[in-house]
């Protein structure tokens, strides 16, 4: 193989030997290698050409200028002829060898040449003189570019250093030095991936090329992104942001953010573009906006803190309703059906004009006044996010002011006096139109309330005097005018009643006999009186000024009353009591007088036996109070019971193991809500002992045991201890020992 160089030695194509001898005729000897035909400095010229050099041959070459131009011309043809497999570099524009060689002698003068930037489409391939070829040692990258280095290259010129893709298809960018510069900083914007370098040298030699030296740019991860953005929307947050002024490529970007105060996460991505919104936020949480721009090596992220989403606007409010009158116009409306993050106001307006009304607080009414009667309006409602930031309209309705009939004199229901105010209600009147509102006005005194709605049924006149009678009256408000005033109704206001004194507590038996005196003040009248036992939970409601509380025997009590007022006011609570101590039934010798019966849980019983358990029910006791249960004939007391609030008692009590043989009567006794005695019995027929007969199994434990069964028991036992002493005794004495 040999190689044609173009002007600058720089090759357009490696030709065949014989391919090259038949192009070139006399010019190469068929078979000279390439070393031969193109000798740099310092060869030892002991080859076909190197004869050619010292004489004229037959067929051999002659290194002259004008064989050095045919070459050049005929590489030229030769390139824009012959199809290449690969890319081919662009070439400088062919010049004279007078020209080439005045160009080279100034090179070599000239130690730093101007710069060229013309690259070749694709890298020189590698091509070696007879003092070998240039050899690159680093390529190394920068910021835009790449600094090239190589060994010094004898005889140079010139050299051209340049960068191209990893195949060294692509040239990328290339840069002219002098013969004596041995590095270049070639102007190359590379992202990462795989690259060639290499340097071809140009001088007296002719021209050579390294080989290409492969060098990577590594992927870096990018920088932050710049210039981030955050907008507010309707518990959102719309994000937009910039690419990173630094770093490696952006594939991608991850949008996120947290809320600040229980640091829930909300996402949006990856995106591939600047900008990115982030719905369904809490309003008015803030939130902390991370922007994260990625790539295969990396990532990195910029936030920004303290962002909070807007406000959910209200829905629209739905059509108002709008009553004319005269030269105004009456409107009312509902609340929208979502109020969203909050309703902070409405404005009503009216067209043509810009007429406006503004209602006070929450209110869903309001007056437009001033307009032109006969003029139709256009009128719509806004209602206002909770910021005040933005409204939502509703549909619009139209109405025409004009002057109409006054309505007819409302009907006033009731007037209710209390604590130095009046509560007035009222009907509408049956005749007239455009009712816009009402006021109830108070004699003496001229006191009034008002309703500024055309539904309103009553309102209360306050800042009166308690004790005094004021007579009440209502007008209607309509566009025509004002109603007749209503017939009349008086009322008195009072404060609240006094406290009941002189409240005095007498103990009874499981009860309490309450008695106080009314207050002084009754305000517009007691209705009634609550008497309250301490400690509790008994209680008494009457409306006469004397009760009666059940009590457990043996408790201390002190007792309070407060009064009510026909007003609904309830007076101060009285001062207590004197302590009292109720006591316990009193168990007679005989059963008392009855017919009201006991109960079980296994319901009426007639038989029980020595020693079982039986859960006794009664009913009719004051509540809250103390019953005793008591076995007859011989009187034992079983147990005690305290009634429930509806006067109500159960008690398990245990037959004496010892009782006697034969009818005996269960007993329970107590007071009912008068304070009057009460008892309720159940006769039963208790079996011997032993003998069976009896309504269920003996209890877990045995209430205590009267009468003789008693005595019997202790000799019993005595007689029992004596035998065991004995027999402990002979147990214990010893053995005598055999001899």
Known sequence: MIEVFAARGRPTRRWPTVGAAILLGAVVTVGASPQAAFAGPGASGTGAADTAARGPAGGVATR???????????????????PSKRAQPKTVPSKTAQAQAQNDQAKQVQASPAPRTQASSAAPRARITEAGQPVVTSAVPGNGYVTVSWQSFAGTTEYEAGIADATGHSSLGVKYVGGNVLQADV????????????????????????????FSIAPTAPGQPANVDVQRGPRALSVSWQPPADGGPVDSYQVWVT??????????????????????????????????????????????????????????????????????????????????DGIDGYLVTANPGEYECTPDSDALACDLYGLVNGQQYTVQVYAYDVEHANRVGSETVTATPSVGPAPGAPTLTSVKAGDGKIDVAWAPGTTGAGITGYTATASPGGATCTADTASATGCTITDLTNGREYTVTVVAHGAGGDSPPSAQKTATPYGRPGAPTAVTATAGVSSIVVTWTAPANPGPGITGYTVTAEPGPATCETTENRCVLGAVAGTSYTVRVVAHAGNGMDSDVSAPSAAVVPTAPVVSAEPPATDLTLTTDRGAIDTAAPGEQIVVIGTGFAPHSTVTVTIYSTPTVLGTAVADADGNFSKAVTVPRDLAAGTHTLVAQGVDPTGAAHAMKLAVTVAAAGGGGGSGDSGASTLPVTGAGVTAMLLAGGVLVGAGGGLVAAVSRPRRRRA
Do not use: M
């Open 259 to 340: 809320d600040n105060g229980d640091g829930q996460r909300t996402d949006c991505g990856p995106v591939t573009g600047l900008s990115c919104t982030i719905s369904g936020l809490v309003y008015p949480d803030t939130y902390t906006v991370y922007v994260d721009a990625i790539n295969k090596a990396g990532h990195s992220t910029d936030e920004s803190s303290g962002h909070r989403p807007g406000p959910q606007p209200p829905t629209r409010p739905d059509p108002p309703t709008v009553t004319p009158g005269n030269g105004s116009l009456h409107v009312t409306w509902a609340p929208p059906a979502d109020p969203g």
């Open 187 to 214: 102007q190359a914007d590379l992202s990462s991936g795989d690259y060639t370098a290499y340097v071809c040298a140009t001088g007296s030699f002719g021209g050579a090329c390294s080989e290409l030296f492969p």
């Open 64 to 82: 002259d200028k004008a064989a050095r131009t045919k070459v050049d011309k005929s590489r030229r043809a030769q390139a824009k002829s012959t």
